[in-house]
C-alpha cells in the first residue's frame, strides 16, 4: 500500500506560498507505515488537475488532495475527479442545509455561490468540516481511495485527526513508526555531530534526521519500537548532556517558563539589539504572566540609562556593546522590577555599525541574580541582521535556562 498527495492552487506555484499542508498528512502515513511516493503542487486548472489526479491514482493505492473545494470558480478539485474518473456528481441538500446553517449562526445568508460545495459523488462519505464550509470526502473507486480536504491548514489539521488519522490506523494495522524528537540548544549544527561522533558509529546504517533552525538543532529518532526509540534517546542524552533542552513539541521558551513556574521565580528583560525579541518569545507561551514581569527595549544609551539604570561612566568607559553594559542591563532590570533573574541583551546585529574591534554578529548577552551573574559573549559574523537577533534571543533563553537550573 502507498499513497501520494496532491496540493491543489495556483498561488503556491508562485513566489509567495509554500504547501504546507502535505507535511501534515506526510506525518500521519509516517506513523502508520504508508509510503509516500509522490506529491505534487497543481493550478487551479482543469485539465492539469484532472490529469495529476488520473497519474497519482494509477500509481498508488490512497491519492490524498487539500484545497479547491471552496465555493468560487477556481475551486475545481470535485469537477477534476469527476472528469478523471468518469463519475457523475449529484447535489446533497443536507450539505446545502449546513452550510446554509453556519452562515446563519453567524448573521448572514448563504451565497448562491456555495451550493457548489454540495455537489457529491455518489457512494462518496461526506467528511463534515466543523472548522469551515467546504466539507471534505472519501471516495472509493476501484478498490482505491481518494480523501478530498481542504485547503485551509486549520481545518485540514482538524479533519486529518478526526477522520483520516483513524481510518489509517484501522486498515494499516496500527502504528507503525514512532518519532522522537530531542532539542538541542547553546550547540552548532556541526557541534553536535562532532559529539554525537561516537552514536554514528555504533549505528552507522541507522538513518538520524537533523534539522537546524534558529529555535535550536532538532534530532529526530523514528523507529518501529519505542523500546528503540528509548535506547537511542538514552544513547543521545549520554553525549549531549544538558544541551538537550526539551523534547517533542517543546520550545525553550516553554522550557524556561515551565521551569520558573515551577520554582515560583520571575524575570525581566532589558534589550538592545534584539529590540524585544526575547520578550516576544517569552510571552509566546501562555501563561507566561505568571513568571514574565516585563522589560524594556533600551535601544539607545539614553534608553539603557534611563530604563535599566546602566550607570553613563560605564558606557562611556566600556561602550554600548560590552560584556559590563550587557550585565548592567541584566542587574539594572532585575532591581527594576524586583525579579529573581534580570537579563541583558547588547550588540550589533549588522549590516552596519561593526568595527575591527567589534564587528558586526558581537552581542553581549547577561544574566542576573540577587548574588552573581552568567555572561556570555557570542559572535555570529557572515549572516543577517534577522539571524542575529534570533540566535541572540536564543542564546540568552539557554542561558536563562542553565543559570535556573
Ligand atoms: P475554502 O473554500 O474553505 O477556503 P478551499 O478548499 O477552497 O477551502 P483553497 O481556496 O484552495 O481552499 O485555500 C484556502 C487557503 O488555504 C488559502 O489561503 C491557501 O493559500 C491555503 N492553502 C491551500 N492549500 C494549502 C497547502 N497545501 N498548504 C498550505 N496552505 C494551503
Ligand atoms: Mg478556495
Redesign the pocket.
Known amino acids: 500500500m502507498n499513497a501520494a498527495i496532491i496540493?491543489?492552487?495556483t498561488?503556491?506555484l508562485g513566489p509567495t506560498?509554500?504547501?504546507?499542508?502535505?507535511l501534515k498528512v506526510t506525518a500521519v502515513l509516517e506513523t502508520y507505515g504508508v509510503p509516500l511516493v509522490r506529491k505534487s503542487?497543481v493550478a487551479d486548472i482543469l485539465s492539469e488537475l484532472a490529469d495529476e489526479v488520473e497519474f497519482a491514482f494509477g500509481h498508488s493505492d490512497i491519492v490524498i488532495t487539500?484545497?479547491?473545494?471552496?465555493?468560487?470558480e477556481d475551486?475545481l478539485?470535485r469537477e477534476a475527479l469527476a472528469r478523471a474518473f468518469g463519475l457523475e456528481m449529484q447535489v446533497d441538500q443536507s450539505i446545502i442545509d449546513k452550510i446554509e446553517a453556519r452562515f446563519r449562526a453567524r448573521g448572514t445568508t448563504m451565497p448562491e455561490v456555495n451550493k457548489r460545495q454540495a455537489n457529491v459523488f455518489i457512494g462518496q462519505t461526506t467528511l463534515n468540516n466543523e472548522r469551515?464550509?467546504?466539507p471534505g470526502f472519501h471516495l472509493e473507486v476501484r478498490g482505491k481511495h481518494v480523501w478530498v480536504?481542504?485547503?485551509?491548514?486549520h481545518?485540514?489539521e482538524w479533519m486529518l485527526e478526526r477522520y483520516f488519522t483513524p481510518w489509517l490506523a484501522e486498515i494499516s494495522g496500527g502504528v507503525a513508526r514512532h518519532r522522537r524528537v530531542l532539542k538541542v540548544a547553546g550547540l552548532t549544527e556541526s557541534g553536535v555531530e562532532e559529539k554525537l561522533k561516537p552514536y554514528y558509529a555504533a549505528h552507522r546504517d541507522e538513518p538520524l534526521t537533523i534539522l537546524a533552525s534558529p529555535g535550536g538543532i532538532e534530532l529526530h529518532l523514528v523507529f518501529d519500537s519505542l523500546d528503540t526509540i528509548a535506547a537511542r534517546e538514552q544513547e543521545m542524552l549520554a553525549l549531549l548532556g544538558h544541551h538537550v533542552f526539551g523534547y517533542d513539541h517543546d520550545t525553550l521558551e516553554s522550557v524556561v517558563g515551565r521551569m520558573l513556574a515551577e520554582r515560583g521565580e520571575t524575570v525581566a528583560t532589558a534589550e538592545s539589539c534584539t529590540g524585544g525579541l526575547l520578550a516576544q518569545r517569552i510571552t509566546d507561551v501562555a501563561g507566561s504572566s505568571a513568571y514574565y514581569i516585563g522589560g524594556a527595549v533600551c535601544y539607545d544609551a539614553r534608553a539603557k540609562v534611563d530604563l535599566a539604570r546602566v550607570d553613563p561612566g560605564l558606557i562611556k568607559a566600556h561602550g554600548e556593546v560590552s560584556e559590563e553594559v550587557a550585565v548592567a542591563l541584566a542587574r539594572g532590570i532585575r532591581e527594576r522590577f524586583a525579579t529573581t533573574y534580570g537579563v541583558g541583551i547588547t550588540g550589533i546585529a549588522g549590516p552596519g555599525g561593526g568595527s575591527e574591534a567589534k564587528p558586526v554578529g558581537t552581542v553581549h548577552i547577561a544574566v542576573a541574580t540577587a548574588t552573581d551573574h552568567a555572561h556570555r559573549k557570542t559572535f555570529w559574523g557572515g549572516t543577517t541582521r534577522q539571524i542575529v537577533r534570533a540566535l541572540s534571543a536564543q542564546t540568552a533563553l539557554d542561558l536563562l535556562r542553565k543559570r535556573i537550573r
Open positions: 496540493a491543489v492552487g498561488e503556491m506560498r509554500v504547501d504546507t499542508n502535505s503542487v487539500s484545497g479547491g473545494l471552496g465555493p468560487t475551486d478539485t469551515g464550509t467546504a480536504f481542504p485547503g485551509v491548514p481545518e485540514l
